[in-house]
C-alpha cells in the first residue's frame, strides 16, 4: 500500500543510519534525543537533552573521540551550555561536533551522560530535532567511522507551543471537525470537475461515450500535441486512438488558430460525435490538459457531458521552484512533478540547483563543482561539502548526493518543453556559494601544481586576505564570493555559458536564468582588501552601493548573453542603484507582522517586474499545520492548502491575516500599507510556490508537500480573480468559502484519486472527529474521501468498514480518510476513555 506515513519513515531512516563503517557490535553506542522545553531561559532558548549510553562490551574512552551531528537548521547551540563532561564547537552551517573535555571519564558498559542542547529557536516538530550523529574515533593515528542507533523520545503536543506568548492554535481533532462541518458534498458539473477553473464553461445536456472515439485528426503542424493526447487518452482509457490527418471516425479534432491574445487560450468543444480542440501550440496543449481532467479516473463512466469551454490564463507566469540542492530530487522524480505541473497549467519550474549544500548540475568546463558539491560527506580536505541535514559520514544517495549530468538535465528540458513548462536553471550567488567557491579554489591548487598559474587565477571567487566576519541565516561564515574582482565576473560569464551551450544541445533557447542575489549576511566584504581598493577605484562608498555595483555587473553580463535576468528581491533590500531594465524580481519576504508585507507590490509599483513567491502562502516547505507529527518549516507561516487557496496575489490587504504565533493582522492594522498602482500592476507578471528541501529524505516526503498543495497554487495562477472591485472583506471570505467547497469536492471526488492512479504521494488530512456521550462523529475535509474503521487490536486498511453516519462506542477503534486506492490518512485512536483519547 502506498501511503505517507511520516513517523515510520524517521524510524526506517534511523534503521539506515545504524549501518556503520565498523563492526557494530566492538562498540555499541547509543544516543538518545529528547526534548524538554522551548522558552527555557531568558535567552529564549529551547532545551534538549542527549544522552550517550554505552551498551556494549568495550568502553568509550575518556577521550580520542568525535562525535558529529547536524542540529535544526537556522539555529544556533549555546556552547556555553555543554554541560561538564563535553564541549560543543560549530564548524559551519548546521554541522556541529561534540568532543570530551578532560574532566570525562569515560563510559563503561551502561554508563551514560547527558549532554544539554540550548538551541535559539524553538523545537516543535520532528523535523525540527538533532540528526546525522556518528563518532570518529582516533586509534593508532587512525580514523575510524562509527554511526551509532539512535532515538527519539515522542513530541507531547502540548510541545508545539514556541513560548509563553504564542496564542496560534494547534489543530485537534474537535478542531477539524469544526472547520469539515462548514463543507458539503455535492454533485460536481463539467466546470467544477476542471482545476483550475476554466474561463467560461456552458454545459450541454447530453454526453458521449468516449470509448468510441477512434481518431485523432492533426495535421503536421500539430503532430506533437496529437502524440501528447495519445498518450494521455491511453493512459486513462487503455484505448489508443490512430493520428490521422483526416479523421474517417469518430475523432478528436486538434486546429491551430488564434483564439484571442493569449497563446495560452484554447476552446474544448465536447458534443455526442466528436471532440474538438482549437488554440495556438500553447493553448492547445491546455486544450489536452482539460479533457484530460475530465476523461474518466476511478469508478466513473465512460460518458462525459457536452460541453464548450473557452479558456485562458489570468497571470502569464504562472511557477514553482523546486530546491535540489539542499537535498537532491532524481530525474523521475522531476518528471514526475513536471507532468503534473502541466496537468494543472503550471507553465514554469524555477530550477534551484546550487546552494551551500550542494551543486546539482553538471558543467563540462568546470567539472571540479559536481566532483566537490554532488557529495556530502565528512570533511577530507578544506573544499569538502559538510554533511547537512543528516547526511551523516558517507550521505546518503539520492537523498544528500546526487547531481544530474549534461544528458539527464537535457531529457528534464525537453520533457518540460514538450508540456509547455519551461526551465529557469538558477545558479545562487554571490551568497549561498560556498560550493562554488571551494571548488574553484580546488580548481586552482590542481592547476597550480601542474604550474598552470595564470589559468588557475581565471575563477577565482574570493579574496584570500579578507578577514570579515559574517554568518548566514544558515549559520555559514565563508559562502559568498568577492564581487571586486573580475575572475568572478569571468565565473559568471562562462558559467551562463555553459548553461547556454546545454539549453542549445536540446534545442531549447535559454530565455532566462536565476543568479540568486538572497540571503547575503551582514558583514561581508567589510575587511576584503580587495574591495577596500576596488571601492576605492570605482568611487564606491559604502558595502550597500557595492551590492548594486555588482547587481548592474550581473544585468551587463546577462544582457551580454542575450538572456533576461531573474532575482530574488532582497537583492535590493541594501543594494543601490540597479536598474529594473532586463530584471525580475522574485518577491518572497511577506511574512504577516514582519513590516515587510507591501515590499512586493512596492518593487512592481517602481517598474521592476514582479513574480509573487509569497512565504506566508506559498512556500510548500512549510508545514501544513502546527501539529507536532506535521513535518515542515513554519517560520514564515503554517500553510494548509486553503491558505494558498486564499491567496489573493493583487489584493494582499483586503482581507486580514494570522500571526505565526497567534492574533490577526486587521484590514485596519493594515491601511497604511502601499497598494498597486496602475502601473505596479501590469508589472506582477505572475505566482510562484517553493519548495525548499531541507526536511526532504525520499520523493514522498517532497511529494507530501507538494499535493495537495500544487492545485490551490494552479488555482489562483490561472483562474479569475475572486475579488469584485469595491468587495469588503466579508463579501471576500464568503466567495471563498463557497468556492473551496466546490475546490475541495474536486479534490475529495476525483484529483486524489488521479494521483493514486499516477502513482503519486500525496496528503490526505486527518478526520474530524467529535464524540459525545460515547456516540461518535466523523468528518473529512475533502468530501469524497470514505472513512474506514477498526478496532485497535484489528488492522485498519481499504477492507475496513466504512463510517458513514454517528456510530455509538464502547471502546478505543482506529480511523482514517481513504481513497479509491485505498491510501490513507494519517490514523487516529478515538476512545471514550478519557486516559486515551486522541492518541
Not at 500599507?673 to 526532504?696: D, F, N, P, V
Request: net charge negative; glycine share 6%.
Amino acid at each position: 500500500m502506498r501511503t505517507f506515513n511520516y513517523l515510520l519513515f524517521v524510524l526506517f531512516l534511523g534503521l539506515f543510519s545504524c549501518v556503520s563503517t565498523k563492526d557494530k557490535s566492538t562498540k555499541d553506542i547509543t544516543i538518545h534525543w529528547k526534548q524538554r522545553t522551548n522558552d527555557a531561559n531568558e535567552k529564549n532558548e529551547s532545551f534538549a537533552e542527549l544522552t550517550i549510553k554505552n551498551v556494549g562490551k568495550q568502553n568509550l574512552d575518556k577521550d580520542n573521540w568525535e562525535l558529529y551531528f547536524n542540529n535544526k537548521p537556522c539555529t544556533d547551540l549555546n556552547v556555553d551550555l555543554a554541560g561538564e563532561d563535553v564541549n560543543i564547537e560549530r564548524i559551519n552551517g548546521d554541522f556541529f561536533k561534540i568532543t570530551p573535555k578532560k574532566t570525562f571519564k569515560g563510559l563503561t558498559t551502561g554508563d551514560s551522560i547527558i549532554v544539554p542542547l540550548y538551541t535559539n529557536s524553538a523545537v516543535i516538530k520532528y523535523t525540527d530535532r538533532a540528526q546525522g550523529f556518528y563518532f570518529i574515533f582516533n586509534k593508532n593515528n587512525k580514523k575510524e567511522f562509527y554511526t551509532p542507533s539512535y532515538s527519539y523520545s515522542d513530541l507531547e503536543p502540548s510541545m508545539a507551543k514556541i513560548s509563553a506568548t504564542d496564542t496560534y492554535e494547534v489543530e485537534t481533532k474537535e478542531i477539524r471537525y469544526k472547520k469539515n462541518s462548514k463543507l458539503s458534498e455535492i454533485e460536481l458539473t463539467t466546470a467544477q470537475k476542471i482545476i483550475p477553473s476554466p474561463y467560461s464553461v456552458i454545459e450541454g445536456k447530453s454526453s458521449i461515450d468516449i470509448t468510441t472515439l477512434k481518431q485523432i485528426e492533426a495535421a503536421a503542424n500539430t503532430t506533437k500535441q496529437a502524440k501528447l493526447l495519445q498518450s494521455y487518452f491511453k493512459e486513462a482509457t487503455g484505448v489508443e486512438l490512430e493520428i490521422v490527418p483526416k479523421a474517417t471516425k469518430k475523432a478528436i479534432h486538434l486546429t491551430l488558430n488564434k483564439v484571442n491574445d493569449s497563446e495560452e487560450a484554447y476552446t474544448l468543444d465536447i458534443n455526442e460525435n466528436n471532440i474538438k480542440i482549437s488554440g495556438q501550440e500553447k493553448g492547445i496543449v491546455y486544450g489536452i490538459q482539460t479533457l484530460r481532467g475530465l476523461l474518466p479516473i476511478e469508478g466513473e463512466t465512460n460518458s462525459i457531458k457536452t460541453a464548450k469551454i473557452n479558456d485562458q490564463p489570468r497571470f502569464g507566469y504562472r511557477g514553482f521552484m523546486l530546491d535540489v540542492a539542499r537535498n537532491f530530487q532524481t530525474k523521475e522524480t522531476v518528471l514526475n512533478l513536471l507532468d503534473v505541473m502541466s496537468f494543472y497549467k503550471m507553465n514554469t519550474l524555477h530550477f534551484h540547483l546550487t546552494d551551500d549544500e550542494g551543486w546539482r548540475i553538471e558543467l563540462k568546463k568546470f567539472p571540479e563543482l559536481t566532483e566537490i558539491g554532488s557529495i556530502r560527506k565528512h570533511p577530507t580536505s578544506e573544499y569538502s561539502t559538510l554533511p547537512s541535514y543528516g547526511s551523516g559520514a558517507e550521505g546518503i544517495e539520492n537523498v544528500s548526493n546526487g547531481y544530474y549530468t549534461v544528458e539527464d538535465y537535457i531529457e528534464i528540458i525537453r520533457y518540460a518543453d514538450e508540456r509547455n513548462i519551461t526551465i529557469i536553471p538558477e545558479v545562487d550567488l554571490p551568497g549561498h556559494a560556498r560550493i562554488a567557491i571551494n571548488a574553484m579554489k580546488f580548481r586552482a591548487e590542481n592547476l597550480r601544481k601542474v604550474e598552470e598559474n595564470e589559468e588557475a587565477d581565471k575563477y577565482i571567487l574570493h579574496d584570500p586576505n579578507d578577514e570579515s566576519e559574517y554568518s548566514s541565516v544558515q549559520g555559514f561564515n565563508d559562502n559568498t564570493i568577492c564581487p571586486c574582482q573580475e575572475s568572478s565576473y569571468t565565473f559568471i560569464n562562462d558559467l551562463i555559458g555553459e548553461f547556454k551551450t546545454i539549453y542549445a544541445q536540446a534545442g531549447i533557447p535559454l530565455e532566462t536564468m536565476h543568479l540568486g542575489g538572497d540571503e547575503v549576511a551582514h558583514g561581508v566584504w567589510e575587511k576584503s582588501p580587495l574591495c577596500q581598493e576596488y571601492m576605492k577605484e570605482n568611487g564606491i562608498k559604502s558595502i550597500n552601493e557595492l551590492k548594486g555595483f555588482y547587481a548592474v555587473k550581473l544585468a551587463d553580463i546577462a544582457k551580454a548573453n542575450q538572456i533576461k535576468l531573474q532575482l530574488w528581491d532582497d537583492i535590493l533590500h541594501h543594494a543601490e542603484g540597479m536598474s529594473s531594465e532586463n530584471l525580475t524580481l522574485n518577491a518572497w519576504d511577506n511574512s504577516w507582522g514582519s513590516g515587510t508585507e507591501d515590499f512586493g507590490y512596492k518593487r512592481a509599483n517602481e517598474g521592476y517586474d514582479v513574480i509573487l513567491t509569497s512565504v506566508s502562502s506559498l512556500y510548500f516547505d512549510m508545514a501544513y499545520t502546527k501539529e507536532v507529527d506535521e513535518p515542515g518549516f513554519y517560520w514564515g507561516d503554517y500553510n494548509d492548502t486553503r491558505n494558498i487557496f486564499n491567496y489573493l496575489p493583487t489584493n494582499f490587504f483586503e482581507v486580514s491575516h494570522k500571526l505565526r504565533l497567534g492574533g490577526d493582522l486587521t484590514v485596519k492594522e493594515m491601511k497604511d500599507k502601499e497598494r498597486l498602482t496602475a502601473k505596479g500592476l501590469s508589472h506582477i507578471k505572475g505566482i510562484q510556490g517553493a519548495l525548499w528541501s531541507e526536511t526532504l529524505k525520499s520523493p514522498q516526503d517532497t511529494e507530501y508537500l507538494l499535493y495537495p498543495k500544487m492545485m490551490a497554487l494552479a488555482e489562483r495562477a490561472w483562474s479569475k480573480s475572486v475579488v469584485k472591485k469595491g468587495d469588503k472583506e466579508k463579501e471576500i471570505f464568503k466567495n471563498l468559502d463557497q468556492k473551496w467547497n466546490v475546490f475541495a469536492n474536486a479534490v475529495g471526488q476525483r484529483e486524489f484519486n488521479r494521483l493514486a492512479s499516477w502513482g503519486r504521494n500525496f496528503r490526505i488530512p486527518p478526520v474530524g472527529v467529535d464524540l459525545e456521550n460515547d456516540v461518535l462523529k466523523v468528518n473529512v475535509a475533502y468530501p469524497g474521501l470514505q472513512i474506514r474503521y477498526a478496532s485497535v487490536k484489528e488492522t485498519l486498511d481499504k477492507n475496513s468498514k466504512v463510517l458513514t453516519s454517528p456510530m455509538k462506542i464502547d471502546g478505543p477503534i482506529k480511523v482514517a480518510a481513504f481513497d479509491a486506492y485505498g491510501n490513507y490518512g494519517r490514523v487516529q485512536v478515538i476512545s471514550n476513555n478519557k486516559s486515551m483519547a486522541g492518541l
